[in-house]
């Protein structure tokens, strides 16, 4: 199973609040765990990423919590600022079974995220 | 460096009109993807290569088809456009098969009438 399930798919959050927005998924198979930021007209940057035998990273202002045997992830957004509307994205990458192939990344649905003053 | 690089930004086709989405990344990387996102749907992979001569279909690559003869080059190319190809189209690179971080380009914005 390659499905990454995201959400909410939008979320209003008033400024200096915390945004979480929250992923799950099936394939145990997925070894890392990025998520992406993407602002209007934009495409997708890395934002921050995890391995799954690491439970939380922190990065400034964002942080990733991962649950192994829930096989769920989730990005913490702290004192967030306008600067921070965007889509987010998670995604999971799952090594390739071959010499051959190359790592594919799987996304989430995305959540529009807006912050209000 | 410019990174990854689309054109064009905006393209209307009509129905049964076939083009080629230019993609070119300056970084001398090896892998290069592309995908198609639409609204609630997220990103999805439509063809990927890993190297130049060697392509290989993603999740959805009916409809398109791909090349790549220079390591810096990958155009998507559409062929005999149908309404369901109307999507925003993002290419990207990376470094190798052990990287995780993916360049995206701009993205073209299609729509097919």
């Known amino acids: 199973q390659q499905q990454v399930k995201q959400s909410p798919q939008s979320l209003i959050v008033q400024k200096g609040g915390i945004s979480i927005i929250n992923c799950a998924y099936e394939?145990?198979?997925?070894?890392?765990f990025p998520w992406y930021q993407q602002f209007p007209g934009k495409g997708p940057a890395l934002l921050i990423a995890?391995?799954?035998?690491?439970s939380e990273k922190k990065e400034g202002r964002f942080t990733i919590s991962f649950n192994k045997s829930a096989k769920q992830f989730s990005l913490h957004i702290m004192d967030s600022q306008p600067g921070d509307s965007a889509t987010y994205f998670c995604?999971?990458?799952?090594?390739?079974?071959?010499?051959?192939?190359?790592?594919?990344?799987?996304f989430g649905t995305g959540t529009r995220l807006t912050i209000i003053p | 460096n410019a990174g990854v690089t689309q054109t064009p930004k905006f393209r209307i086709l009509k129905i049964g009109q076939s083009m080629t989405l230019q993609c070119a990344q300056d970084?001398?990387?090896?892998?290069m993807y592309w995908y198609r996102q639409d609204p609630g749907m997220g990103l999805k992979l439509i063809y990927y290569?890993?190297?130049?001569?060697?392509?290989d279909k993603g999740e959805v690559p009916n409809g398109y088809n791909v090349s790549r003869s220079t390591t810096e080059d990958f155009p998507l190319r559409l062929e005999l456009a149908a309404p369901s190809q109307t999507s925003v189209y993002f290419c990207?690179?990376?470094?190798?098969?052990?990287?995780?971080?993916?360049?995206f380009g701009p993205g073209t914005r299609l729509t097919v009438t």
């Open positions: 995890i391995r799954p035998d690491v």
């Open positions: 394939n145990t198979a997925f070894d890392y």
């Open positions: 990207a690179s990376s470094w190798d098969r052990d990287s995780y971080e993916q360049y």
């Open positions: 970084m001398n990387h090896n892998y």
């Open positions: 995604a999971a990458r799952r090594w390739a079974v071959s010499n051959f192939g190359n790592e594919k990344l799987t």
């Open positions: 290569s890993v190297g130049a001569g060697i392509t």
